[in-house]
């Protein structure tokens, strides 16, 4: 069964300052992942879709990366600003038995502060 | 893309009681997914939404606990039937359009008392 894990689960930073976000998964035969971004009383935005044959994805500010053999991604946030401030969630897809069936991540909280 | 609308956005309900949650897609989509999000966790999935047939649930959730309808390809219903405190959740859907990404609604925060 696959598992998601997400570190830190809680992090707080001054504004402007760059930070990193950690998912790892167990099982390395997933299809694509998928970086959300979670406000408060919202559903979930997406951010970032990084297939299984790409290495790292970036919009903006954002840059995710993917290492498929060892189960890992980050996020990384250049010049954090008090509006990124929310719950960012990884999730993966399976490779096989359901190609759309999201395995989440248990989410870090980021508060970016003035 | 997709946009994708809940009713209610949140509900207080009293324990034994039912509520069933809408989920509205402006556009047609292939497949459609039932969430949950207890407190401080992330989300599970419950089932996926099938339309004209029955719904496919994990492990863990049952039809008569959970029963969904998708009468076609731009709506449906995921009741949660006689509850307790522990079903106190956000309720998410999601919707994935043909050849693109999985869009999500915007929750319905349910407290049982």
């Known amino acids: 069964k696959q598992e998601v894990t997400q570190i830190p689960a809680a992090l707080s930073v001054p504004e402007g300052e760059n930070l990193v976000l950690n998912c790892s998964f167990t099982?390395?035969?997933?299809?694509?992942l998928q970086w959300f971004r979670q406000d408060p009383g919202k559903g979930l935005t997406s951010l970032l879709l990084i297939q299984s044959s790409q290495r790292e994805q970036t919009s903006g500010r954002l840059n995710a990366s993917l290492d498929k053999s060892s189960g890992r991604s980050t996020l990384y946030i250049a010049a954090s600003q008090p509006g990124d401030s929310a719950t960012y969630l990884c999730a993966v897809y399976p490779l096989t038995g359901g190609g759309n069936k999201l395995t989440f991540g248990t989410g870090t909280q980021l508060k970016v502060e003035l | 893309s997709a946009v994708i609308s809940q009713k209610p956005s949140r509900d207080i309900c009293q324990r034994g009681t039912s509520l069933t949650i809408q989920c509205q897609v402006d556009s047609q989509v292939t497949m459609m997914f039932w969430y949950r999000q207890q407190p401080g966790q992330s989300l599970t999935l419950i089932a996926t939404?099938?339309?004209?047939?029955?719904?496919?649930?994990e492990s863990g959730f049952v039809i008569d606990k959970f029963p969904i309808s998708r009468p076609n390809l731009t709506f449906s219903t995921l009741t949660v039937s006689n509850m307790s405190p522990e079903d106190s959740s956000i309720y998410l859907c999601s919707a994935v359009p043909p050849q693109e990404t999985q869009y999500f609604g915007p929750g319905t925060r349910l407290l049982v008392l």
């Open positions: 099982d390395s035969a997933i299809y694509n």
């Open positions: 939404a099938n339309q004209g047939s029955e719904a496919t649930y």
